[in-house]
């Protein structure tokens, strides 16, 4: 059962984005966790700050 939950920001440029990869695995590898970046949430993402 899943208890925790992270969403994972940082740097989407070529190198960053490697980084990013890993931690979202790595954290997805537990088996009480979810990871997910800002690109695999479906639709559109209203930044309206």
């Known amino acids: 059962m899943i208890t925790e939950s992270y969403f994972v920001l940082g740097n989407y440029d070529r190198e960053p984005i490697r980084r ?4 979202v695995d790595r954290l997805n590898r537990r088996e009480d966790a979810y990871a997910f970046r800002m690109v695999d949430i479906r639709g559109e993402w209203d930044n309206s700050i």
């Not at 990013?20 to 931690?23: A, I, M, S, Y």
């Open 20 to 23: 990013l990869n890993l931690v």
